[in-house]
């Protein structure tokens, strides 16, 4: 079993302990009891426990950002691009991200990670809102509003219909795109006409 192991999956284990036990439990022993295998496959692929911390964080960076983003830029449209971001970030479980989070609260590695991330991911929306014809000051300010929504409903641990993700994701878009800078004395007249006709349970 041991040969079998590769540094993948020990890397994907722990993404999964991780997100269900939280990073006191990303220790070589713990892990290894779990998957029934000897402490010497852990430090076959990896130096120390600081080598394997570092390539678990980097693999979370990759994973749950730039791949993605990657994904989402397959989309030709721009408009298109922010509503499958939104859909992504509001269907989907966010206990790895509440895990991280709380991680970094000890780890300065795990902090450093979760700050540049952050940035990455509001730049990222910025950008989209910029290409799609919001004047740069606004697509600023909405893409931190719609990133500090996304992390409060990660950080509320809940599970959101799938009926109602739809109408958060319509909202969220809508509220992000209605009022450009060129159209700023119609766009609150649009928007309220839009929320007559969108309205959340």
């Known amino acids: 079993m041991t040969e079998r192991l590769t540094t993948q999956d020990w890397i994907d284990f722990a993404m999964t302990t991780l997100a269900r036990d939280g990073a006191d439990a990303l220790k070589a022993d713990i892990l290894a009891r779990k998957l029934g295998v000897s402490r010497g496959s852990f430090y076959w692929h990896f130096t120390d426990l600081g080598d394997f911390h570092a390539r678990v964080i980097e693999h979370w960076r990759q994973t749950?950002?730039?791949a993605i983003i990657a994904d989402i830029e397959r989309h030709e449209s721009r408009e298109r691009r922010l509503e499958a971001l939104l859909r992504r970030a509001f269907a989907h479980g966010a206990a790895l991200e509440v895990r991280m989070r709380a991680w970094a609260d000890a780890n300065p590695l795990?902090?450093?990670a979760v700050a540049e991330v952050?940035?990455?991911?509001r730049d990222y929306l910025e950008q989209l809102l910029a290409e799609a014809g919001v004047a740069p000051t606004v697509a600023a300010a909405r893409a931190q509003l719609l990133y500090w929504t996304y992390l409060g409903a990660a950080l509320s641990r809940t599970r959101t219909p799938a009926e109602r993700v739809e109408r958060i994701v319509a909202e969220l878009k809508l509220l992000a795109l209605g009022g450009r800078a060129q159209n700023a004395a119609a766009a609150p007249t649009k928007r309220a006409r839009a929320n007559r006709e969108i309205k959340l349970p």
Do not use: K, N, V, Y
Request: proline share 0%.
């Open 64 to 66: 749950t950002t730039e």
């Open 110 to 112: 795990a902090a450093r």
């Open 118 to 121: 952050d940035r990455r991911r």
